[in-house]
């Protein structure tokens, strides 16, 4: 009668797991449960993973996807300016999610395109998406050139998509190519602390103390470029930073040049 009950139990505890939500963290760790999808008073999205009486939040660059039978596969992503959750649609050299502009995370009304290891551009509207468009997909002249000549419009971007892969995929048929859309920043700082970015960036690349090297690169790029430009630096961005360096003492210093 025992092993019947384990058995059940074992099947009841199989069967409860089917249709959760699974959140994957950058550390590998997987969390079960039902996942929300936030956004703090500065508009930075995060993540609460409820599992019973048991409740966790999870900051976003902590996050690395959110499985989520409802939607499907969800990304942190940065369009823009912002952070968002991104709900992934297709995948390919040029491919596309979906986002919410507004306070519900979960909205995914936006659309967004993603070039092979390039960053995020928020999809035009009607008014700007002939120039903007044929100057994104500017390395697929075939696919650029119908858009400046208005045989594909906004309301054809499946098939701007789909001809566009079928392109890149020709050029590159045996290797793929990373493009990006920006242009780099004019700087605007002093030639010090134009070294001081430097040094750090050089710093992170062979420092062993940092884990996930690849998303701290992508916050300091973030944190970099709005120096440059003279913008200002959110707090969140900084403290993520912090976090993230805490253990190399030779970038917690150079971080605390940077910042003043």
Avoid: W
């Amino acid at each position: 009668m025992k092993r019947y009950l384990s058995i059940f139990t074992f099947l009841l505890l199989s069967f409860s797991a089917i249709g959760q939500d699974i959140l994957t963290k950058r550390s590998g760790e997987t969390m079960t449960g039902d996942v929300q999808l936030l956004s703090d008073s500065d508009g930075m999205p995060y993540a609460v993973v409820k599992n019973g009486k048991d409740k966790e939040t999870v900051k976003l660059f902590d996050i690395q996807n959110i499985s989520m039978p409802e939607y499907g596969l969800i990304k942190p992503m940065k369009i823009g300016e912002q952070y968002h959750f991104a709900l992934l649609v297709s995948e390919d050299y040029l491919s596309v999610y979906k986002y919410s502009a507004s306070n519900r995370m979960d909205d995914f009304g936006m659309m967004a395109l993603q070039k092979f290891g390039g960053a995020a551009f928020a999809l035009p509207g009607i008014m700007g998406f002939r120039n903007l468009m044929t100057d994104y997909l500017s390395d697929c002249k075939e696919v650029s050139d119908r858009i400046e000549e208005k045989e594909l419009k906004r309301g054809d971007i499946d098939q701007i998509v789909e001809d566009y892969n079928g392109c890149i995929a020709l050029k590159n048929s045996t290797q793929q190519e990373a493009v990006s859309y920006y242009k780099p920043a004019t700087s605007k700082i002093s030639k010090t602390m134009e070294a001081l970015l430097q040094d750090f960036e050089d710093t992170l690349k062979t420092s062993k103390q940092v884990e996930d090297k690849g998303q701290v690169s992508e916050m300091f790029s973030d944190f970099s470029s709005k120096i440059k430009k003279g913008e200002k630096v959110p707090e969140y961005l900084i403290n993520a930073l912090k976090d993230a360096i805490k253990n190399d003492q030779k970038l917690v210093e150079l971080m605390k040049k940077i910042i003043g």
